[in-house]
Nanobody
Framework: QLVESGGGLVQPGGSLRLSCAAS????????VGWFRQAPGKEREGVSS????????IYSDSVKGRFTISKDDYKNTVYLQMNSLKPEDTAVYYC????????????????WGQGTQVTVSS
């Protein structure tokens, strides 16, 4: 099971840190991705981290603003989001899979329930 937390309402330019805590799964054995879905839009990949945490992928829209990281001791993956923009507003999901990190959401086996992020003044 994956449980996301840390979402909320933030002003443009602000920051949030999302957490993805796992139970019954070992995230140090899995690649983990963050995805988001805005109303009326398809789910899109935001970032992904490899099993060892040594390879990260970011979408062009968040590169330089978001940082993904793994804490194997806490069995948790984080998404630090800085310089947030209104277009970042969406429900954010974390997901996990065996094998390589990827931004293709259809390849992920385990999903959280999502956390809402709203960027608005």
């Amino acid at each position: 099971q994956l449980v996301e937390s840390g979402g909320g309402l933030v002003q443009p330019g602000g920051s949030l840190r999302l957490s993805c805590a796992a139970s019954g799964l070992r995230l140090d054995d899995l690649a983990v991705g963050w995805f988001r879905q805005a109303p009326g839009k398809e789910r899109e990949g935001v970032s992904s981290v490899s099993i060892l945490g040594d390879r990260t992928i970011y979408s062009d829209s968040v590169k330089g603003r978001f940082t993904i990281s793994k804490d194997d001791y806490k069995n948790t993956v984080y998404l630090q989001m800085n310089s947030l923009k209104p277009e970042d507003t969406a429900v954010y999901y974390c997901a996990a899979k065996d094998g390589s990190a990827t931004m293709t959401y259809q390849m992920y086996d385990y999903w959280g329930q999502g956390t809402q992020v709203t960027v608005s003044s």
